[in-house]
């Protein structure tokens, strides 16, 4: 039942939870700040189902700042209930605010089903999550976790992936190494990539994939040779 003051009009936080669900994006910025300005835990299941149907990008970030507010032990358990939802925002929005949290506690709840989550707005969400994340000992698993998806996607997709394993820094070599000699063309070409940008952070995802994919058309030994010609 919507709260009721003595005068007879909503209450305040019935008309942001109300504001919430506006036809206007800008009223919901509005009162998504306005709950994170004045954070109250009896918000936290309003604001966690908004952020699983929200449609705009700035309101939904607003909404997951809204959430970093609150205590962690209440919204944790409430994110992660979410990465079992049917629907994929709902799963992607719960590990991206997980990510903000950073509770390291959270981290049993990034399973290997999210890491390779069909939908690729979720899969890339579960894995900048994991490297936040991850415990010190599990660092490696994960590289090897997600080395299974080189070759998946779109360029945004693919560069997601990169950064998230060049993330993990030194652990991360053994896993390139063993990719760069995989069956599958793209696969070796994205893990050059990226073990290209692991050595060098300033190079261009771009540049450093046409010219994997170079290497891997021509072959090492065909590359050697074309860099003598020159």
Known sequence: MVPIDSAGRYSQDARLIDALAAGNPSARLHAALAIGTRPEPGFVDVLVARCAIEPDFFVRDMLTWALTRL??????????????????????QA???L?????????????????????DEVART??????????DGEREALAAELATQFGRGDREVRLSLSRALVALDDVVEPVLR???????PAVRAHASATERLLHDPDAGFDLAMDEAKRVV????DREETSDADR
Do not use: F, M
Request: aromatic share 2%.
């Open 95 to 97: 590990l991206h605010t």
């Open 99 to 119: 990510s903000k949290i950073g509770d390291k506690g959270a981290w049993p709840a990034i399973t290997r089903a999210l890491l390779r989550d069909a939908d």
């Open 217 to 220: 058309a021509l072959g090492p």
């Open 71 to 92: 205590p962690s032990e209440i919204t944790v358990p409430k994110l992660r209930a979410e990465l079992a939802s049917g629907r994929a925002q709902a799963r992607s």
């Open 126 to 135: 579960a894995w900048r999550a994991a490297v936040v994340l991850v415990p």
């Open 178 to 184: 063993a990719a760069t000699t995989h069956h599958d």
